[in-house]
């Protein structure tokens, strides 16, 4: 207790030298994109969460957990397995089989052992880590965070997860000396300022990440047939973080239509009222 | 308007017998006949709105409080987790219950800048504007600890900065902050208590707006003249005309609302509040919800912690001192021009403020322009601007609110109520047929 307290006290006052620099922080402007579930009538792009999942699945899922999401989420109204004929997405064929291929921590009821077994629907993705020091201590001190609501976590959403996957193809800027072990992204918010040698007027905006650009073209095969570019599957992969964040959004939305024609039905039929009682309040 | 006779007739004889042992049939009757003057406006209509946000808060509150689970490791998933995904509904709920705390301060502000406007705070309604005044501090204590349960980054730091303001108090600063903390830090046990008295405070807060209404409804409403209710016919009964005007006015408001928790249920949320509570990683800004940023302003406007602290719980004293600080003896601004001059200055000044809060303490107000540092900060910094704007802000209630009073000429105020709404309807100030009551 009292070294998490020492700790934490050490972290504090460090934070409070850097502070100022916090507050340099730069990022350049996102890549927008124009996104299916955009505005008051969007809705997910099913093909597109399929394919972004795939991706998260056999690329990201090596370092990023998805802790808030259950297997049997995949196929719930909206989501990217969602079939009307299983209206209990436990019952989803497709969704018990994605979950299946994972292993899952367990007891075993008879012995008492710690086992592994084969993931149910009911069952929540694991973590690739065994606990936060096990992942930092993968990926050079820094944690790759969960992705549960990473796309509600950060300023922009998809457009920030799409912008900092999908990188600007140039090196890093001449005269900026990367860390050990990071890379150099422009739209990772952060202060280089300290490791670029030139015109301080120049100092390339954005931070550096601990994560190595995780995407290649072909670095996944989509069952669709689409060409799998850096850019689709980075959007693919921004959508399907967008639906993780945001499961209940179609609900949401459709629900949210008819309490607005309701509403503004209500709204009339009160002011009729109101000008009608009113009407003979004389005087 | 205590005086006002009681109309109830009790007609069945188990009313009559209720009548005479509880008459709680004639509590409500009377409350619903209670004589109203016939002249408020739809800035009078929020009051109702407060109530139906009061009654929203709670319902919803409650039910959110069924699925949620105050413990350090279950907080954030029992909310992100639980309530959001798997509960049904579970979202709609938090929605409501986050974005009505914001609309809930949104009608409080309209209602209490209502009240300056109209000067409903003076004699014989002090009581009432103090009762007032206490529920909007026991509504920022609420939604401050509301805003800690879900246990995100903003919750976690958010109630780091402000417990610790407890600290700068001289011997009781280090013993407070460790009671709120129930510990030496916010941890666990700051969650628990801010979840136990979370839940309390809403019904301490319908307690006092109970407390509230009574006081209503001895000197009866205030109107937009200013000028007190003289006869009958200077008034409707409550029931049916402003009970379907201030149902009209609540629909309205509920579009606003749905628009917000179902359009766009983030947007007066913090993005930082998605990731859970991590004592280890501090985040870039720490910004208080929107509803607090002008004291947040005034807080960081001053130098030194212990005054800022001071400065912060002066900026509501001003509210609770007001009846005693105007010394006009016209109540509505609508015939004090002058005075309704630095009132408008007033509110951008609060705005300002609000402003203020939400920015970077060095940031540039006018970008690009560097003048000269004074005490700490450029003087074309957010730090000043705050300073400045602060300033104003007491200076309003100290100094212009008890000199204007007295050295101003109002406007002709109408003998009666009755007379401008019988020549005006919508409410348009009348000066023809007034006699001029004059400075006091
Ligand atoms: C004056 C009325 C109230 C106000 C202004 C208020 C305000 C708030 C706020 C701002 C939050 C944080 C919302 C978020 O970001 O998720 C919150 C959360 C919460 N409130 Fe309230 N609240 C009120 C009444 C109540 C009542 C009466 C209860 C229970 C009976 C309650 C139970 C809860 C619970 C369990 C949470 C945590 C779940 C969540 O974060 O959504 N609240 N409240």
Redesign the pocket.
């Known amino acids: 207790m009292l070294r998490k307290i020492l700790a934490a006290a050490t972290f504090a006052g460090l934070v409070a030298v850097a502070g100022p620099s916090l507050a340099g922080s730069t990022q350049a402007p996102l890549k927008e994109v124009h996104w299916s579930f955009d505005g008051p009538f969007g809705k997910y792009d099913q093909a597109q969460l399929q394919r972004g999942f795939k991706v998260y699945k056999e690329v990201c899922s090596a370092c990023h957990s998805l802790n808030e999401i259950a297997f049997r989420n995949l196929g719930d109204p909206g989501g990217p397995f969602w079939n009307p004929k299983y209206k209990n997405s436990n019952d989803n064929p497709v969704v018990k089989a994605i979950a299946k291929d994972y292993q899952i921590a367990d007891i075993d009821s008879d012995s008492g052992d710690a086992i592994k077994r084969p993931g149910t629907s009911a069952d929540y993705f694991p973590s690739p880590f065994a606990n936060t020091a096990a992942a930092r201590s993968a990926n050079g001190g820094a944690v790759p965070p969960d992705m549960s609501l990473l796309a509600a976590a950060r300023e922009g959403g998809p457009d920030y997860i799409y912008s900092v996957v999908t990188g600007d193809g140039t090196d890093a800027p001449a005269g900026l000396t990367i860390p050990d072990g990071k890379y150099y992204d422009p739209w990772m918010p952060g202060d280089v300022s300290a490791y670029y040698k030139g015109d301080p007027a120049k100092t390339p905006v954005g931070g550096f990440i601990a994560m190595p650009p995780p995407l290649i073209a072909d670095r996944v095969t989509y069952d669709d047939g689409t060409k799998a570019t850096v850019e689709q599957e980075g959007k693919d992969v921004a959508a399907f973080l967008a639906w993780a964040s945001d499961p209940k959004m179609e609900e949401r939305k459709s629900l949210g239509l008819s309490v607005m024609i309701f509403l503004f039905v209500l709204t009339g039929i009160l002011y009729g009222s109101y000008r009608k009682i009113w009407s003979n309040a004389g005087h | 308007m205590s005086d006002h006779p009681s109309t109830y007739q009790p007609n069945t004889a188990i009313e009559r017998w209720l009548d005479t042992r509880l008459p709680i049939i004639r509590f409500g009757a009377d409350l619903m006949s209670f004589p109203t003057p016939r002249n408020l406006n739809y800035w009078y209509t929020f009051g109702g709105i407060l109530a139906f946000?009061?009654g929203v808060?709670?319902v919803?509150?409650?039910v959110?409080?069924m699925?949620?689970d105050?413990s350090g490791a279950g907080?954030f998933l029992?909310?992100q987790r639980g309530?959001m995904r798997d509960v049904n509904y579970g979202w709609l709920?938090?929605g409501l219950?986050?974005n009505?705390?914001?609309m809930?301060?949104l009608a409080v502000y309209i209602h209490i800048l209502r009240g300056l406007y109209y000067g409903s705070y003076k004699a014989p309604r002090e009581v009432l504007w103090l009762l007032g005044c206490v529920i909007y501090v026991?509504?920022m204590a609420?939604?401050?600890?509301?805003?800690?349960?879900?246990w995100?980054q903003m919750?976690f730091w958010g109630a780091k900065v402000i417990t610790s303001l407890f600290g700068a108090f001289p011997f009781i600063g280090k013993p407070l902050t460790a009671l709120l903390w129930g510990g030496f830090s916010v941890d666990e046990p700051t969650l628990n208590r801010f979840?136990s008295l979370?839940?309390l405070?809403?019904?301490a807060?319908a307690a006092v707006v109970a407390l509230h209404i009574w006081a209503l409804h001895v000197p009866g409403n205030a109107n937009p003249t200013g000028v007190e209710v003289k006869s009958k016919s200077d008034t409707l009964p409550f029931h049916p005309y402003y009970t379907v005007k201030d149902l009209f006015a609540i629909s309205v408001f509920m579009i606003l609302f749905a628009v917000f928790v179902f359009y766009m249920p983030e947007a007066l949320?913090k993005v930082d509040?998605q990731s859970m509570a991590d004592p280890l990683k501090t985040p870039a800004h720490i910004v208080p919800?929107w509803y607090l940023l002008p004291f947040y302003a005034i807080l960081r406007a001053i130098p030194d912690k212990l005054i800022g602290v001071l400065a912060l719980a002066g900026a509501l004293g001003m509210l609770f001192i007001l009846p005693w600080l105007d010394t006009s003896k016209v109540r509505s601004m609508r015939y004090r021009p002058q005075y309704r001059m630095f009132f408008f200055i007033w509110i951008v000044a609060c705005a300002a403020l609000g402003w203020c809060g939400a920015q970077e303490p060095d940031g540039q107000v006018i970008h690009g322009l560097t003048t000269f540092n004074l005490i700490d900060y450029d003087l074309n910094s957010v730090t000043w601007l705050s300073r400045i704007s602060s300033i104003y802000y007491f200076a309003y209630f100290l100094v212009i609110t008890p000199l204007l009073g007295l050295t101003e000429t109002p406007l002709p105020v109408p003998d009666s109520l009755y007379t401008p709404v019988l020549s005006h309807p919508a409410g348009v100030p009348s000066g023809a047929a007034a006699a001029p009551e004059t400075k006091g």
């Open positions: 946000c009061l808060q709670i919803t509150g409650i959110l409080a699925h949620y105050p907080a029992s909310v309530i709920i938090r219950h986050a009505g705390a914001s809930f301060f026991l509504m609420t939604a401050f600890m509301g805003y800690v349960l879900p995100g919750s979840f979370h839940y405070l809403p019904f807060i949320g509040n919800e």
